[in-house]
């Protein structure tokens, strides 16, 4: 089963969300808020992957059977192929910000990146995020 691309025009951009998030958020920390809210999103069919998040992800278990099962997991998830100009966008959220004297990930610029330009909003409790203008995220309390 390959991950379901639904085209742009379907794509309900004011209402759906990109959801990255790191193993260590989303699978070490069930019953955190921001996991409370993604795991709403999935199930109702509005969180989406990027395939450097799904690396991201993957790459934080140790054991092959672990993250095997999780990426099986994740498979249902809508899947968000960055364009050009997502990917170029990217590279220049990281300029500016390290000419401030931050650094943030690959992920973390490309969904930035991606949330920016398709007007989605982020789950995430990732404060980092908060250096980025614009980004519109799911408000997370308790």
Same mark, same amino acid.
């Given at each position: 089963m390959t991950p379901r691309r639904k085209p742009d025009p379907w794509w309900p951009r004011t209402s759906s969300s990109l959801t990255p998030v790191s193993g260590a958020t989303f699978f070490n920390r069930p019953n955190s808020p921001t996991n409370t809210i993604i795991s709403d999103l999935i199930d109702?069919?509005?969180?989406?992957?990027?395939?450097?998040i799904l690396t991201e992800i993957l790459m934080g278990f140790k054991r092959d059977p672990q993250a095997e099962w999780v990426g099986s997991s994740l498979r249902g998830l809508?899947?968000? $192929?960055?364009?050009?100009? $997502?990917?170029?966008?990217?590279?220049?959220?990281?300029?500016?910000? /390290?000419? /401030?004297?931050?650094?943030?990930?690959?992920?973390?610029?490309?969904?930035?990146?991606?949330?920016? $330009? /398709?007007?989605?909003?982020?789950?995430?409790?990732d404060p980092h995020f908060d250096l980025i203008e614009g980004i519109r995220r799911f408000e997370v309390t308790g």
């Open positions: 109702q069919d509005c969180a989406a992957i990027t395939g450097v809508l899947w968000i $192929e960055p364009t050009w100009s $997502e990917s170029s966008g990217a590279a220049a959220i990281g300029r500016k910000l /390290r000419s /401030r004297g931050h650094a943030l990930a690959l992920a973390d610029l490309t969904s930035a990146a991606v949330v920016l $330009e /398709r007007n989605l909003m982020l789950a995430t409790s």
